[in-house]
């Protein structure tokens, strides 16, 4: 799992059917101190999250589809909650 901040959307009118009335955003991973650490995915939303949100994504394939319900699907990043506030002691 890692925190990111969502970037924008990604839209595809051919796609995976597992992605049909999904919508999927780009986030950007962060780091310890807030900013974009470089890196980024693709994922599905399941937090009704939106562009700037800072998110908690699921990034292992096989607990992305087990959150989806889905035995078998091209998923593997997934966000799971929206993100109000860090602490970092």
Known sequence: MYVGRV???VVATIKHAAFNGRKLLIVDKLGEDGQSSGGYDICVDMAQAGVGDTVLVLDEGNGAR??????VAPIRAVIVGIVDDIQIL
């Open 7 to 9: 970037s924008g959307t």
């Open 66 to 71: 087990q959150v989806l319900n889905m035995k």
